[in-house]
Structures are given as structure tokens and as C-alpha cells.
């Protein structure tokens, strides 16, 4: 089984957006389309975890630190499925990763996301 190929991460501004890619390589539609696919989400020191799903019927679920934000969708056609980030958050920064629900294929090189935050204005006076 071949690995996953992630893509489209990077760095933004908090605010900003990003949409990250999945390809899931070498892999025929039969196999493609009756699986449930989930991007995760690893930021350094802490434990992969499950941030998005969606079903083979579309049906989605969200973990709650990003719902609302973030949007899953899959293109059977190009076996393909995808990670809308909106209104990215300081807090949003790892790597991200897409497997099947069941992280049953070998784990990908995942794809980075950064967010800077706003900044904050420093005076001093003269």
C-alpha cells in the first residue's frame, strides 16, 4: 500500500487561510470510495489526533477546536480529499497528515502549517 501524498500547508497569517491535499497514490476507485478518510493533526511533542472525517457517504464530523473553521470534502474522481482551513489560529500550527479512518495505510510525509499571529505593537516612550 502506498503512502498518502499531503500537500498545500504553509504559513499564514492568524486569519489567513490555507487548503491542504491529499492524494491517496496508486490506489484504484473501487478501493478509494467505500473509505472513510480523516486528516490529523500532530504539533510537536503531542500525539496525532483525528481533526476531520468524512464518510463514504460525505457525512462529516469535526473535532470541536476546529469546527466551523475548517471544512472536509473528498473527490472520488480524482481520489482525492481535502482540508479547507479558515480563520486559522495560533493554536492550529503541526503537521498535517490524511489516512483512512482506520489508519489502515502507511503515514505520509504530512504537510506543515504555520500561523503567526498578529503581532503586537510595542511603544516606548521617549
Known amino acids: 500500500q502506498r503512502r498518502p501524498v499531503e500537500s498545500g500547508g504553509g504559513m499564514v497569517q492568524a486569519g489567513g487561510s490555507l487548503r491542504l491535499s491529499c492524494q491517496a497514490s496508486?490506489?484504484?476507485?473501487?478501493?478509494?470510495?467505500?473509505?472513510?478518510w480523516g486528516w490529523y493533526s500532530q504539533a510537536p511533542g503531542k500525539v496525532r489526533k483525528l481533526v476531520a472525517s468524512?464518510?463514504?457517504?460525505?457525512?462529516?464530523n469535526y473535532a470541536e477546536s476546529v469546527r466551523g473553521r475548517f471544512t472536509i470534502s473528498r473527490d472520488n474522481a480524482r481520489k482525492m480529499v481535502y482540508l479547507q482551513m479558515n480563520s486559522l489560529k495560533p493554536e492550529d500550527p503541526a503537521v498535517y497528515f490524511c489516512?483512512?479512518?482506520?489508519?489502515?495505510?502507511?503515514w505520509g510525509q504530512g504537510t506543515q502549517v504555520t500561523v503567526w499571529g498578529q503581532g503586537t505593537q510595542v511603544t516606548v516612550p521617549s
Open positions: 489516512n483512512t479512518l482506520k489508519e489502515s495505510l502507511p
Open positions: 468524512i464518510s463514504s457517504t460525505r457525512s462529516t
Open positions: 496508486g490506489m484504484i476507485s473501487s478501493t478509494f470510495n467505500p473509505l472513510d
